[in-house]
Each structure stands twice: as structure tokens, then as C-alpha cells.
T-cell receptor
């Protein structure tokens, strides 16, 4: 099992550019989410999805878009990159069905994104 | 929203000794889950231990154990017989039960950096 796969691992962008961070999981998890990690801030939730076709905002959604067309994939889009979006981004997934909601989230290895 | 507080930005322990990392949280829910994650320099997020709020017994995983005090909203992590490989950032995290409005998101503390000295 590959688990949660994030691509790319590193990326440098210029202000105003757009890009998509990819996230895929092969565990048939219903719940997927994106976090950003900044020094001294822990991980903060950007967007999440409880199933294909369903997404919602987390704590820090501004500047990011998501979609969930399949159970496996949950891409994160930066429409117009800003230096404030320089961060490490983590994708995570877990079961969310009744009887399995106590299962931990599985994390990808993260994407380090720098906006110049 | 639930908040998670880790009051120790950095901790240090000697190899083979025991260290306790503190975590408190704020919630009005009665059913929830608590986790400790380890993040080594490789940046991976590794689950260390988890606790269901409805269980009175403290969780243990080999050298790792928790002291869960529900009334005090405290969830500390004890690492026994510390090893050099335990050096990492440790995050405490809270998760609501399935029937809450905020979904299954994890609320993280800001982390405690653990240094293990030989």
C-alpha cells in the first residue's frame, strides 16, 4: 500500500503564479484534508472533504480551492500564490464511517512550498 | 472551536531517562479522541498513541503512555527509557466525534520539540 501520496515534495513559485498540489490515497478513506504547517503554529486545517463531491472550509481557507471528484484524489489549488502561502502542506486521510471514526488520520510526507 | 495547548515549546531528556510532555485542551464535547503525533526531521507525521475520551484506562504503546485526566482536560505523554530516535517535534491533537458539525478535523497544538542527549 502506498498510503497517502503527495506531489511534488518541493516547489518554488513566483508571486501570482498558480499551481496544484496533488494528493492521492489508496485506502478507500472517505475523509481527506489539507493542512498547512508554519513555524510555531502547529498544523492548521485549510479544507476538508467527507466524500466525493463534498468539500468544506477549514480554519485558513483563503487563497485555496479544492475539489473531490473521486474518493482517491483531493488536489489543492493555489490560484494566485502569495508569499504568505510559503509553508509546508500536508494531506491526510481517514475513515469516517460509523464505527471507524476513531481511526487516526494518515498523513502524506508533505510538500514544502516557497513563494518568492 | 476546540483549542489545544502545549505549554512546553522545548524539552530535553537524557538517554534512558523518562520525560513527560504536557497537553491541555478545551472542549464542550463529551465524546472525542486525543492523539499524539511525532514529527522527526524527515517531516513525516507519525502516530504515537491515541485515547478515546470514553475510556477511563490510559493508553499505552510500548515505551509511550498517556495520563488522561478528562475532568481537567489534560492529556500528557510519558516517554520512558528515552532513545536518541525519540528526538522530534511532538504534537498533541484533538478530534471531535463523528456527529459534530466540524467533521473529523484534527485540532493541533503548536508542538513540543524534544531533544534527547546521550
Amino acid at each position: 500500500n502506498a498510503g497517502v501520496t503527495q506531489t511534488p515534495k518541493f516547489q518554488v513559485l513566483k508571486t501570482g503564479q498558480s499551481m496544484t498540489l496533488q494528493c492521492a490515497q489508496d485506502m478507500n478513506h472517505e475523509y481527506m484534508s489539507w493542512y498547512r504547517q508554519d513555524p510555531g503554529m502547529g498544523l492548521r486545517l485549510i479544507h476538508y472533504s467527507v466524500g466525493a463531491g463534498i468539500t468544506d472550509q477549514g480554519e485558513v481557507p483563503n487563497g485555496y480551492n479544492v475539489s473531490r471528484s473521486t474518493t482517491e484524489d483531493f488536489p489543492l489549488r493555489l490560484l494566485s500564490a502569495a508569499p504568505s502561502q510559503t509553508s509546508v502542506y500536508f494531506c491526510a486521510s481517514s475513515y469516517s464511517s460509523l464505527g471507524r471514526y476513531n481511526q487516526p488520520q494518515h498523513f502524506g510526507d508533505g510538500t514544502r512550498l516557497s513563494i518568492l | 472551536a476546540q483549542t489545544v495547548t502545549q505549554s512546553q515549546p522545548e524539552m530535553s531528556v537524557q538517554e534512558a531517562e523518562t520525560v513527560t510532555l504536557s497537553c491541555t485542551y478545551d472542549t464542550s464535547e463529551s465524546d472525542y479522541y486525543l492523539f499524539w503525533y511525532k514529527q522527526p526531521p524527515s517531516r513525516q507525521m507519525i502516530l504515537v498513541i491515541r485515547q478515546e475520551a470514553y475510556k477511563q484506562q490510559n493508553a499505552t504503546e510500548n515505551r509511550f503512555s498517556v495520563n488522561f485526566q478528562k475532568a481537567a482536560k489534560s492529556f500528557s505523554l510519558k516517554i520512558s527509557d528515552s532513545q536518541l530516535g525519540d528526538a522530534a517535534m511532538y504534537f498533541c491533537a484533538y478530534r471531535n466525534s463523528y456527529n459534530s458539525n466540524s467533521g473529523y478535523a484534527l485540532n493541533f497544538g503548536k508542538g513540543t520539540s524534544l531533544l534527547v542527549t546521550p
